[in-house]
């Protein structure tokens, strides 16, 4: 590597970043001369802070404390690490290899100046001057045996670093794909929430245990510390806290065979890092192979899939094609993905809530929790489904200028969301089933009522879309310039969804009755009157469905000009 380029690097970084904040004008200036002086002031706190506990908190502290501690630390320095790398996915390096390639320049000392610019972060300046301080005050509490912290410390960050850096280069490679870079990102995002409701799902699942609270406490923190160590020992980021324990111990072998481990993994990490980037940018990295078949001797493309010229039983042409053009775009947008995700998160937030709730309700109400929740989940669909032809935008012309009666336009739509809604939905009954188990009539009709249920929210939905359209910008779930009126339609839908899902309950509030009043106490009126509820949603759907075609078909120009106007 030639110092004398790696100088010059440095420098055009350095005036590159000069230059924003010229531009940026005086008062972002200000505002980023306040933000380094509060890092500088946050990397001093952190020191102190981790030296202080160091020197007189961990020394009286028992062996298990002691590595919890660090295990709290390694957890949070990884967490904002996390968080700081979700932020920018779509960044792979400071400086361009494109814009270099051409100069007779060594790309090991670009590379070397993106990886060092990756390190700079909020995490780093508080986190890591947290631990040096904490390792500092250790070797003044426990002796200079603990000076073998500060190698295993450099490994620990050389691995962290190195592995983000080489998951960052990989993403940044997969996101020449703008789909793919959305997908990524959205899905990045769902992942991170999911891992940090762990928690909560271990105590879903009843991983906690019961007992008195003061046995529960001693017993929860020698678990912990039995888990912690068996992890520390098989998960390289927890070779730190382990390494730091045992030198408490007066035993160094653990620490220098983590500072080793990691270093090597480090060290690979920065090399495979390195030769995907030059296959990247040398455009030597391997694409999507084409599948092809051998026949008599000769390669010939595989056909293309005739996904969308199947023909769903008992429908037009064109609402079947419609709804499976739905199902398609429904599975590839990365914005309708997070939106169908979404509910996971709900089941998995609220049926922890649930879990520790430890009532009773009563049989009637058990079949109202299924129901609500069957509704919270048709709630926070609605920016998709009340919104159908906004996600379409210039695709929407599809319809316009095509053929297709506008009713199977609607009913295709509605068709497309039903594999996702009433998969969610059954699982959302499974669960409350699971949690409260209800009669097997109430079980029975609560299953048979999600249907009668999603018809009245798809009537509703397709007014909703018609009246109140909205432009959605690519890629994500914002309106782009929403009218006043657009906004008051469907803020007042939040207060008239219930109205409208009201009438669904009418069965199980008649089966009530018979029980307060004492009479048909025999009856399995639910099951019975929704039996009828559904036999009578489902004549009156086409019919209102006939009505909302006859909409479209008037507001169709409108709604095209709506949604295809400028994404600002």
């Given amino acids: 590597m030639n110092w004398h380029y790696l100088k010059t690097f440095i420098w055009l970084r350095w005036r590159l970043r000069s230059n924003q904040r010229r531009k940026a004008g005086t008062f972002s200036a200000v505002l980023q001369t306040v933000v380094i002086i509060l890092a500088i002031a946050a990397a001093v706190m952190g020191l102190v802070i981790g030296f202080g506990v160091g020197l007189f908190a961990l020394p009286s502290a028992s062996l298990d404390v002691f590595m919890l501690v660090?295990?709290?630390?390694?957890?949070?320095f990884l967490f904002f690490w996390a968080v700081e790398?979700?932020?920018?996915?779509?960044?792979?390096?400071?400086?361009?290899?494109?814009k270099l390639l051409h100069l007779p320049v060594s790309l090991s000392g670009v590379f070397l100046i993106n990886y060092l610019g990756s390190m700079f972060c909020g995490s780093v300046i508080f986190w890591v001057p947290a631990m040096i301080g904490l390792a500092i005050g250790l070797v003044f509490s426990k002796g200079l045996i603990m000076l073998l912290l500060f190698p295993l410390l450099a490994m620990f960050i050389l691995a962290v670093s190195a592995l983000t850096f080489q998951f960052r280069g990989w993403l940044a490679s997969m996101m020449v794909n703008q789909r793919r870079r959305r997908s990524i990102v959205a899905f990045a995002s769902l992942a991170f929430i999911l891992i940090f409701q762990i928690p909560n799902i271990l105590n879903f699942t009843g991983f906690s245990r019961k007992g008195p609270l003061s046995a529960r406490t001693g017993r929860s923190l020698e678990e912990r510390a039995a888990t912690a160590r068996v992890a520390n020992k098989i998960v390289p980021f927890g070779w730190l806290a382990y390494g730091a324990t045992a030198l408490a111990e007066k035993n160094a072998v653990p620490a220098l065979m983590g500072t080793v481990g990691l270093g090597l993994i480090g060290i690979l990490s920065l090399r495979r890092s390195y030769g995907t980037t030059l296959r990247l940018y040398t455009g030597d990295f391997g694409?999507?192979?084409?599948?092809?078949?051998?026949v008599e001797g000769t390669s010939q493309a595989k056909p293309a899939a005739t996904f969308f010229e199947k023909r769903l039983p008992?429908?037009?042409?064109h609402a079947s094609a419609i709804a499976l053009a739905g199902f398609r775009s429904l599975t590839r947008a990365p914005e309708a993905k997070m939106m169908l995700l979404s509910p996971v998160i709900m089941v998995v937030v609220f049926g922890g809530m649930l879990s520790r709730m430890g009532s009773n309700p009563s049989e009637f109400v058990r079949p109202l929790f299924a129901s609500g929740s069957v509704a919270m989940l048709l709630l926070i669909l609605t920016s998709l489904a009340g919104n159908q032809f906004g996600f379409d935008r210039g695709g929407f012309r599809v319809f316009v200028l095509g053929s297709a009666p506008r009713r199977d336009i609607l009913l295709g739509k509605n068709l497309s969301l039903v594999p996702f809604i009433m998969t969610l939905?059954?699982?959302?009954?499974v669960l409350i089933e699971i949690l409260y188990p209800?009669?097997?009539?109430?079980?029975?009709?609560?299953?048979?009522?999600l249907i009668p249920m999603y018809l009245v929210f798809s009537l509703v939905a397709n007014l909703l879309s018609i009246?109140?359209?909205?432009p959605i910008k690519p890629g994500s779930l914002k309106p782009s310039s929403p009218k006043g009126m657009a906004i008051l339609i469907h803020f007042a839908f939040f207060f008239l969804f219930p109205i409208a899902l009201s009438p669904t309950l009418i069965p199980l509030g008649i089966e009530y009755l018979f029980s307060w009043s004492g009479r048909y106490t025999?009856?399995?009126a639910y099951l019975i009157f929704t039996v009828a509820e559904f036999a009578i949603v489902a004549r009156l759907y086409p019919l209102v469905l006939d009505f909302e075609g006859n909409l479209l078909h008037r507001r169709e120009q409108r709604i095209l000009e709506i949604v295809t106007s400028k994404i600002e």
């Fill in 70 to 76: 660090w295990d709290g630390v390694i957890a949070a």
């Fill in 314 to 317: 008992g429908l037009s042409e």
């Fill in 522 to 524: 025999w009856f399995p």
């Fill in 425 to 429: 939905a059954v699982l959302v009954t």
């Fill in 85 to 98: 790398l979700l932020s920018e996915l779509q960044r792979s390096e400071l400086l361009s290899f494109e």
């Fill in 467 to 470: 009246l109140a359209p909205m």
């Fill in 287 to 294: 694409g999507v192979k084409k599948q092809t078949k051998v």
């Fill in 438 to 449: 209800m009669r097997l009539d109430h079980f029975l009709a609560s299953l048979l009522q």
